[in-house]
């Protein structure tokens, strides 16, 4: 079966579904739609993986130390400090 006809037959199925029940049903979808979306930003994370691999030792030193100052600065902004 095509995958236009599976979604038909799940729409007639969710059809039959009594009202007292769609809430169910909705969070079933809803979560193979939320574990998609996950995998979807887990593997845009994991394409940026080994970005710094070919970096020199002393440029990657000095990238994570300007990094952590400015979280710093951005924390004692969020403080108010």
């Known amino acids: 079966m095509n995958?236009?006809?599976?979604?038909?037959?799940?729409?007639?199925?969710?059809?039959?579904?009594?009202?007292?029940?769609?809430?169910?049903?909705?969070?079933?979808?809803?979560?193979?739609?939320?574990?998609?979306?996950?995998?979807?930003?887990?593997?845009?994370?994991?394409?940026f993986a080994g970005a710094w691999q070919d970096m020199p030792d002393q440029q990657y030193e000095d990238f994570l130390s300007e990094v952590n100052q400015r979280r710093r600065v951005a924390g004692k902004r969020r403080r108010g400090a």
């Open 3 to 47: 995958v236009a006809g599976l979604r038909e037959k799940v729409k007639q199925e969710i059809n039959r579904v009594p009202d007292e029940h769609l809430a169910e049903v909705y969070d079933v979808v809803r979560h193979y739609s939320l574990i998609r979306q996950s995998a979807s930003k887990t593997q845009s994370i994991m394409d």
